[in-house]
Each structure stands twice: as structure tokens, then as C-alpha cells.
């Protein structure tokens, strides 16, 4: 059991002002949500805390396509996750427990809350979702401190390891979850993102414990742009259910935190999964996809660890195998790692302190958008390519990234042939 610690770092390494933004596609804004913004950007009425019927209804849509039924009056909408989840917390109350590592956004969440937040390993195979025993354990030592755990938040298809948590231990970590009283929120951000959707088995918390899991979806993950602040929660339906809804109504008006009219009208639009937006983000995901496999090829070739990718534009690298050579350099740990490789790779390289994890463990997280150019013309171009890894820009930051972990590693002789672009 781990207490999640207070932002600390330096200048330039807190975890909130100077936190990377989630990974986002790269690419431009699908012309006609483009088009559906500017032609409501003269509507005058503001949406109502929570989202309109008309977004809603959209949500109820998308979720009931996944097998999520649920009615309007089951959902609320704000500007982006960060609000909504602090709702959502706020309307919960008591201790909150979190997978090691987790979406950087969380903590900071509970902590703005004054909830005290504690972080839970995941199984080796995966990340996302705590192990059940070691839950188990940690909610027993909370209780026998004095504290009171209230709400487990876990994420199925995982930011910032990238995996996607077999169903079996889904259920196994949900069910002690709510064996012990715990509400679930569960962030499905990156769902649809999946790498390969028919291979992949995704699961909810919602579909095994109906009664018990909120779910939690920040749009930017698949569904809109990401410079478009939006998010959605489906709550239980039910009573209790619509009784954290109200309360978590109570926190976002009280935050101001509504989403502006002619941004909802898009959104509703884009949840209504038009052809335009579903094709994007199939064309996005497996273009990050096809790259994201060739960087944890070169990762591993280089001799560092890291869980093969399955969803979202990201893999968790674990570097410690280097530490000996890293030291040498003055790099010791996830803070100092992270402005090593920011430095060498010219884009944001999180460590691994961001996501919870323990400040001397030498993890960051690889996004894959700098790996597709520098510009929107070259990512644009890396989309409609028979295959991205024939780009030079691609190879060329695929070969950057493995002459970074050469500099460290004492296998650079195996990694030579084996750097980002094939052979």
C-alpha cells in the first residue's frame, strides 16, 4: 500500500502546471465536425450543468453501441475530465484507491479533494486494474488506520501502460472491489482505441457490476478532437445511482463547469458516430498502432522492458535495466530521466513520478505521435501511407529513439540492426 505524495517537484516537473497532455491523434479536425462548430458557433443559450438532452441522448447512443444501455437521465457531460472526475469524487467522498501507475490526472484530483488516495500494484501482465489481492490488502490496512475507502478507479485499456486488462482479472478486481463496498469509477477513454479489436477482448466493470461501476470517458480519446474539452460519466441506473448524479451535478455547477453550446452541438454530433469520425479514428489507431509495435520492437531490441502495446498512442518503457549507465550520466531517476530523453528526443517524455510510480523507478511513458513527423503535413502523410514505417520521417524518429537508448545500454552492438526502421 502506497500513499499517493504531494506535488513536490521542482520547477518545471510539477505534476499539474507542467504535466504532458494525454497523447492525442496528431492529425487535423475532421472537416465536418470543423464545419458543424463554426455553424453553431452563433447559437446564444448555454448548455445546462451536466450537457443538454441532445448531447445525452448522443451518449446514450454511443454507450447502448457498446452494450451500455442507459437513459439520458443516467448521464452528465463537462469540459474535459479533469472537472467531471473531481465530481465524481467529491459527490463519493471517503479514500480513494488507484492502480500503480495510473493516468497522471488522478491523483491531483483527490488531492485538490483533500482525499487521501492510495495506489495498489497491478498483476505483471497488465496495467489498469489492481491486483484483487493486493486490493484486498490495501483496503484492510486503510480500515485499520483509521481511514475510509470509498471509491476504486481503474482503467481496462490503459493510459499510461498502454494494455488492455484481460477480462477475468477485470472481474476478479471488480468483484473485491465491491465485495469490500468500494464504488468503481472506470475510465473507458481509450476503449476505442483497441489495436486489434478482434483479437482483444474489452470488457466494462459496467457490464459485471452494473449496480456499482460509473463510467467515466474523456471524447478526445477517439470521439473529438483533442482540443475540444469533453467528457461524459454514465452513472448506475437506480436510486443510489442518481443520487451520486445529483451531487455530482452539485460540484459541476458549483465549478462553472459547463460545456458552451456551440461545442456541444459538435460533440453531439461526433458521439452520433458519423462515417467521417468513425474512419478517422479507425485510419489513427492503426496508424499509431503499426507504429507503436515497431518503438516496442526497438525497445526491447535496445534491451529495455516494456508490456506490448494494445490501445491508445502509447507504451510504458522501464528502463531500469540501465540504471548502472544511466547513473554515469547524471540520471537517477524518473525526474531526471524524463529531462534526459525529453532533451535527445525534442518531445515530452513523462517519467514515471507523473503516474504514480515511485520516484527512483526508471519508467516513462512513449507516446507515438512524435514519432510521425514534426509537422501535421507529415503525420497526415504517415495516415494515408500503405505503410507509415516506408516514411523517412518515421524511420528517422524511430532511429532517434534507438540511438537513445543506445547511448545507455551496454547491448548497443544487438541493437545496431535493430534500431526503428526495418531491415
Given amino acids: 500500500m502506497t500513499r499517493s505524495p504531494s506535488s513536490g517537484h521542482s520547477h518545471g516537473h510539477g505534476q499539474v502546471r507542467y504535466a504532458p497532455p494525454a497523447p492525442d491523434t496528431g492529425l487535423p479536425v475532421v472537416e465536418e465536425l470543423a464545419g458543424l462548430l463554426a455553424a453553431a458557433a452563433s447559437r446564444p443559450d448555454p448548455e445546462p450543468p451536466g450537457g443538454g438532452p441532445v448531447l445525452r441522448e448522443a451518449a446514450c447512443g454511443y454507450w447502448s453501441r457498446r452494450g451500455l444501455r442507459c437513459h439520458p437521465e443516467d448521464l452528465a457531460a463537462s469540459p474535459g475530465t479533469g ?77 499510461p501502460t498502454g494494455t488492455v486488462t484481460p477480462p477475468e482479472l477485470v472481474r476478479e478486481a471488480c468483484e473485491a472491489a465491491v465485495g469490500e463496498g468500494l464504488h468503481v469509477v472506470s475510465d473507458e477513454t481509450w476503449r476505442d482505441t483497441v489495436h486489434r479489436p478482434h483479437d482483444t477482448v474489452f470488457v466494462s466493470p459496467a457490464e459485471m457490476c452494473p449496480d456499482d461501476v460509473t463510467v467515466l470517458c474523456d471524447l ?49 454530433h461526433a458521439l452520433d458516430e458519423p462515417e467521417a469520425v468513425t474512419a478517422r479514428n479507425a485510419a489513427a489507431t492503426a496508424l499509431h498502432a503499426r507504429v507503436a509495435a515497431e518503438a516496442h520492437r526497438t525497445v526491447l531490441a535496445a534491451g529495455a522492458l516494456a508490456l506490448p502495446p494494445e490501445a491508445g498512442r502509447h507504451l510504458y518503457v522501464d528502463l531500469d535495466p540501465f540504471r548502472g549507465p544511466l547513473a554515469a550520466r547524471g540520471v537517477t531517476d524518473s525526474i531526471e530521466l524524463e529531462d534526459h530523453l525529453s532533451a535527445r528526443l525534442g518531445a515530452p517524455v513523462p517519467g514515471g513520478h507523473r503516474f504514480g510510480d515511485e520516484l527512483g523507478a ?17 503525420r497526415l502523410e504517415a495516415l494515408t501511407a500503405d505503410d507509415p514505417l516506408d516514411l523517412p520521417h518515421v524511420t528517422g524518429a524511430l532511429e532517434a529513439l534507438s540511438a537513445a537508448l543506445r547511448e545507455v545500454t551496454p547491448r548497443a552492438d544487438r541493437a545496431e540492426t535493430a534500431g526503428g526502421a526495418r531491415r
Fill in 220 to 268: 478526445a480519446g477517439a470521439v473529438t478532437p483533442a482540443a475540444w474539452p469533453a467528457a461524459v460519466a454514465r452513472f448506475p441506473a437506480g436510486p443510489a445511482g442518481a443520487a451520486h448524479r445529483a451531487r455530482t451535478l452539485d460540484v459541476l455547477t458549483a465549478l462553472g463547469a459547463d460545456l458552451p453550446g456551440p461545442l456541444a452541438a459538435a460533440v453531439a
Fill in 362 to 378: 526508471l519508467r516513462v511513458r512513449l507516446a507515438t505521435t512524435p514519432l510521425l513527423g514534426a509537422t501535421q503535413a507529415e
Fill in 83 to 159: 472537472p467531471l472526475l473531481t465530481a465524481l469524487l467529491a459527490a463519493h467522498g471517503g479514500d480513494v484507491l488507484m492502480p500503480r501507475p495510473c493516468p497522471l490526472s488522478w491523483p491531483p484530483q483527490a488531492r485538490l479533494l483533500g482525499l487521501p488516495a492510495y495506489h495498489v500494484p497491478t498483476p505483471a501482465e497488465c496495467g489498469g486494474v489492481p491486483d484483487p489481492y493486493a486490493l484486498l490488502e490495501t483496503v484492510r490496512r486503510v480500515r485499520a488506520e483509521g481511514g475510509r475507502p470509498a471509491v476504486l478507479l481503474l482503467s481496462v485499456a490503459d493510459d
